[in-house]
């Protein structure tokens, strides 16, 4: 396992003055000034360029999407502030990796040479793994950069997220990727082959990651082309970069609350992009219909009450049909809801009658609405007094049906949007019968 871990440290800094070396990394940036896309954390306001300003570190996460700079950035650093560098991966390391490190660091200390510990992928250690580094934290013996693709706030342990700060990397822009085609160039020493539109098609395949465009950027060099190609033919040659997607990861949870708040707030075409964006990337339709299903109820409710009919309807005719031609019926019910009324009334209706239900314990009903099937029943007042709504005129009897000890409660408001206004109509209708009905029988 020690072989193991000295060649993971050799493997994550290789020569990048090496002739075959890879084009990524003979780019690789000498300073945090040639840093691109991150100015935000390496400038002289950013977190981190304060920190090499002082020359001292403090422990910290970097979290971003692939591509982005996390493993050059924690090299730099070391570099700046004069640290000694080591860095192992979690995918990789163990237990026994990590004990080596720290009794290493820790004589590297008594030598007044501070260690700074980059752990690429920190997010796969477990929980016991991630606290064995506190104490190290701690008292100073490593200085810890953490790399990390996901939220840390869902894979990282509290305790150590509490001793460390967490800085967020951007996804590279377009003038970031630009920046970095440049400098390609100017390594090779001649321009890239391609089209200024098939540069920008480039770029955008590139989908943020800094590491895939110069990978690109290197095939194109390599091959051997009559003339610049246009968007069609470097599609052709080229591959697009796979969308960054987990199903049970922030990416998954970040695209259906952006569709669900895009449905909330009626733009039927951001809904149909995030949509998209979750059903090309592999996400089980069956999950976004679940969403959809849930939405009708919370968002539009009784506003539309056929915007549930039209969900479980998409749901049918996904089954029936499956992929792809089922997906046609979940842009139905997706573009269904993004259009239709809106209101959260039952969801608010149901949150507060639960509360009260709580609160109020074991309360009885009034007597005169329970069904008195035994004579016992009959006797002590079961369903006594009680009136039969379909004998009056209205259809309307006005009864009291809360419980005696408790104040009628008012728990769904309808809006006067869609077929709640006259939902609301009919309510409001009911009660002033209800309030005059009550007055007639004060003056009986």
């Known amino acids: 396992m020690a072989d193991l871990f000295a060649d993971q440290v050799t493997a ?99 030598a007044d040479q501070r260690t700074l510990l980059f752990v690429d992928e920190i997010h796969r250690f477990n929980r016991a793994q991630q606290d064995g580094f506190l104490p190290f934290v701690e008292d100073g013996t490593v200085t810890l950069v953490g790399a990390t693709t996901e939220n840390p706030s869902f894979e990282l342990n509290a305790a150590l997220l509490s001793r460390c700060q967490v800085l967020i990397l951007r996804r590279l822009d377009h003038q970031a990727l630009e920046t970095l085609i440049e400098r390609s160039e100017s390594e090779i020493g001649r321009s890239l082959p391609v089209t200024n539109e098939a540069r920008s098609a480039l770029i955008a395949s590139a989908d943020g990651d800094g590491r895939f465009l110069l990978n690109q950027a290197e095939t194109l060099f390599d091959i051997d082309l009559d003339g610049p190609l246009d968007p069609a033919a470097l599609s052709a040659l080229l591959h697009r970069r796979v969308a960054v997607y987990d199903k049970d990861r922030e990416g998954h949870y970040n695209l259906i609350s952006a569709l669900h708040k895009s449905l909330r707030g009626s733009d039927p075409q951001s809904a149909l992009y995030y949509l998209a964006r979750m059903l090309v990337a592999g996400e089980e339709p069956l999950y976004v219909l679940r969403r959809l ?38 842009v139905q019910a997706c573009l269904y809801l993004a259009t239709a009324p809106k209101s959260n009334a039952a969801y608010v209706a149901q949150k507060t009658a639960w509360r009260s239900a709580r609160d109020t314990g074991s309360l009885m009903p009034p007597a005169h609405i329970l069904n008195a099937p035994t004579k016992l029943m009959k006797d002590i007042g079961y369903g006594q007094g009680y009136a039969y709504d379909h004998d009056d005129d209205e259809a309307f009897s006005g009864a009291a049906y809360w419980p005696d000890e408790m104040e009628p409660q008012t728990y769904y408001q309808p809006t006067n949007r869609g077929f709640e206004a006259k939902v609301a109509e009919r309510i409001a209708y009911w009660e002033e019968m209800r309030l005059k009905r009550a007055e007639d029988n004060q003056n009986l």
């Not at 640290?83 to 026994?96: D, E, H, L, P, Y």
């Not at 009708?296 to 792809?324: M, R, T, W």
Request: aromatic share 6%; net charge negative.
């Open 12 to 110: 994550q800094q290789p020569d990048a003055n090496a002739p075959d070396a890879p084009l990524a990394d003979r780019l690789r940036p000498r300073n945090l000034g040639e840093v691109v896309g991150q100015e935000h954390l390496t400038g002289p306001d950013g977190a981190i360029g304060r920190m090499v300003m002082v020359g001292k570190l403090s422990s910290m996460i970097l979290w971003g999407p692939p591509g982005t700079g996390k493993t050059t950035i924690a090299r730099l650093l070391a570099d700046a502030v004069g640290m000694r560098f080591v860095a192992i991966s979690a995918v990789f390391s163990g237990v026994a990796d990590l004990k080596k490190v720290f009794a290493e660091a820790r004589q590297m200390t008594k």
């Open 293 to 330: 299903v849930r939405f009708a109820s919370e968002d539009v409710g009784l506003a539309d009450p056929h915007a549930l009919v039209q969900c479980l309807a998409a749901k049918d005719a996904y089954d029936f049909l499956g992929s792809p031609e089922g997906e046609l019926a979940i």
